[in-house]
């Protein structure tokens, strides 16, 4: 079970977009998080007449390391660390640690 997954809202604690909140569109193996609006680099894409791609430069969102961003407890609305714990029946589920309330 990973502590963060696709359309959680998190607030980015470090880099050039620290501070800005986005939800995640998508959960990379290696670590790293797309997240939506975040990260924004400019790419010079060549067009394809034949699929309909126009060229020019485009923005394209870029892949973000998981260490920089913290998932936003709703009761807050700050971000908070997450943790995983078992539950009697054998499910696992994520908490927030700050208040120890489970992660919806």
Do not use: C, Y
């Amino acid at each position: 079970m990973n502590k963060l997954v696709k359309n959680d809202q998190v607030v980015v604690i470090a880099g050039k977009d620290k501070g800005r909140i986005g939800n995640v569109t998508q959960v990379l193996t290696n670590g790293k998080l797309v997240v939506q609006g975040l990260n924004v680099a400019k790419k010079h894409q060549k067009g394809n007449p034949q699929a309909g791609i126009p060229g020019g430069i485009i923005d394209k969102e870029m892949p973000i390391d998981a260490s920089n961003v913290m998932l936003v407890n709703p009761a807050t609305n700050k971000g908070d660390r997450v943790g995983i714990k078992v539950l009697e029946n054998g499910d696992k589920v994520r908490f927030f640690k700050s208040n120890g309330e489970s992660v919806s």
